[in-house]
């Protein structure tokens, strides 16, 4: 494992190890016994876009790794005024050891991991957002133990999130079923490298439009805002668009009764989520923002040499 770009690179046992790793240094963090084991290690964390969560759990957990982070908005840096991303990679390479990237497209994220020579991160895309699709199954197992047998069900665009779930939930067995408007649905590439995925892991993958088809008898109840970063102009079209597409208590109904109700945040209350099932009983939000903080800090420790 060189870089983490999107969860489909990684291997069933690499999975494994990220999470065996994030739950010990999760225990160690809770105790207090230091796990200063990347001291002296520089992350460069450039952001194209906003964040609360990945902004601080990266820079907080490399600290608490011994190591350092260096905050570098895109307009800040020559990236924002054309410099190339190979150029940006080799320079950077030079000075740190490790990079998170949130930007818009996946192609730049991979285009640093093959100019540069040290490990890249994504820390989301308009295509991916591993770090949080393997925190939430992280949080999942905590929850439930085995994922193996379980359904997860996304209700809502067919975004960044969709897609790393779908293909997370394939790498580990787990069934996952998507619902989406007709006009949102997931990038075809995905959905057949997921298909592909699922047939050596025995993950039953369903792609739908009727949302209470898709969270009938799940486990896991998922969901995402419905204007994503760079979709802002969009906002009023796909709140018409997507008002079937609501997590509510009636929804939930159709959920195991232990299901549990995650979003990766930043929610707008009222519009994917209503305020009774996001702060209710079945949600398990902020111990799955939590969760950011040492899965990172675990893919952190992995990378970075
Ligand atoms: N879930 C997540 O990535 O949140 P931020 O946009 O706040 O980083
Ligand atoms: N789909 C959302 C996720 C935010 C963490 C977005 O890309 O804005």
Same mark, same amino acid.
């Given at each position: 494992?060189?870089?983490?770009?999107?969860? #489909?690179? *990684?291997?069933?046992?690499? =999975?494994?190890?990220?999470?065996?790793? $994030?739950?010990? !240094?999760?225990?160690?963090?809770? +105790?207090?016994?230091?796990?200063?084991?990347?001291?002296?290690?520089?992350?460069?964390?450039?952001?194209?876009?906003?964040?609360?969560?990945?902004?601080?759990?990266?820079?907080?957990?490399?600290?608490?790794?011994?190591?350092?982070?260096?905050?570098?908005?895109?307009?800040?840096?020559?990236?924002?005024?054309?410099?190339?991303?190979?150029?940006?990679?080799?320079?950077?390479?030079?000075?740190?050891?490790?990079?998170?990237?949130?930007?818009?497209?996946?192609?730049?994220?991979?285009?640093?991991?093959?100019?540069?020579?040290?490990?890249?991160?994504?820390?989301?895309?308009?295509?991916?957002?591993?770090?949080?699709?393997?925190?939430?199954?992280?949080?999942?197992?905590?929850?439930?133990?085995?994922? #193996?047998? *379980?359904?997860?069900?996304? =209700?809502?665009?067919?975004?960044?999130? $969709?897609?790393? !779930?779908?293909?997370?939930?394939? +790498?580990?067995?787990?069934?996952?079923?998507?619902?989406?408007?007709?006009?949102?649905?997931?990038?075809?590439?995905?959905?057949?490298?997921?298909?592909?995925?699922?047939?050596?892991?025995?993950?039953?993958?369903?792609?739908?439009?009727?949302?209470?088809?898709?969270?009938?008898?799940?486990?896991?109840?998922?969901?995402?805002?419905?204007?994503?970063?760079?979709?802002?102009?969009?906002?009023?079209?796909?709140?018409?668009?997507?008002?079937?597409?609501?997590?509510?208590?009636?929804?939930?109904?159709?959920?195991?009764?232990?299901?549990?109700?995650?979003?990766?945040?930043?929610?707008?209350?009222?519009?994917?989520?209503?305020?009774?099932?996001?702060?209710?009983?079945?949600?398990?939000?902020?111990?799955?923002?939590?969760?950011?903080?040492?899965?990172?800090?675990?893919?952190?420790?992995?990378?970075?040499?």
């Amino acid at each position: 494992m060189k870089n983490l770009l999107t969860v #489909k690179d *990684l291997s069933l046992n690499e =999975i494994n190890k990220i999470f065996s790793l $994030a739950a010990e !240094l999760k225990e160690k963090q809770k +105790k207090g016994i230091s796990h200063k084991i990347l001291e002296g290690k520089t992350l460069g964390m450039i952001f194209a876009k906003s964040s609360t969560r990945t902004r601080v759990s990266f820079e907080a957990g490399i600290y608490q790794l011994g190591g350092q982070g260096i905050f570098l908005s895109s307009n800040d840096i020559q990236l924002g005024r054309g410099e190339s991303i190979s150029d940006t990679a080799k320079v950077l390479s030079r000075y740190i050891d490790g990079i998170m990237i949130r930007t818009f497209e996946q192609s730049d994220v991979e285009g640093l991991a093959q100019y540069g020579s040290i490990p890249i991160i994504n820390g989301l895309t308009d295509l991916y957002h591993p770090c949080q699709a393997l925190t939430d199954l992280f949080t999942v197992k905590e929850k439930k133990g085995e994922l #193996k047998g *379980l359904k997860m069900s996304y =209700i809502g665009d067919g975004n960044n999130m $969709a897609n790393s !779930l779908l293909i997370a939930c394939a +790498k580990v067995g787990m069934d996952i079923s998507i619902a989406t408007p007709e006009d949102y649905k997931l990038n075809d590439k995905v959905i057949e490298a997921a298909r592909i995925i699922a047939q050596n892991s025995g993950s039953q993958i369903q792609v739908l439009i009727d949302p209470l088809e898709a969270i009938k008898g799940s486990d896991v109840v998922c969901t995402d805002v419905w204007a994503s970063m760079g979709d802002e102009d969009e906002a009023e079209e796909r709140k018409n668009a997507f008002v079937n597409y609501q997590v509510n208590n009636e929804a939930m109904a159709l959920a195991n009764d232990d299901a549990i109700f995650m979003h990766c945040l930043p929610a707008h209350r009222g519009e994917e989520v209503t305020t009774g099932v996001i702060d209710g009983d079945q949600s398990v939000i902020f111990d799955q923002a939590e969760n950011r903080l040492h899965v990172q800090k675990a893919i952190m420790a992995i990378l970075i040499k």
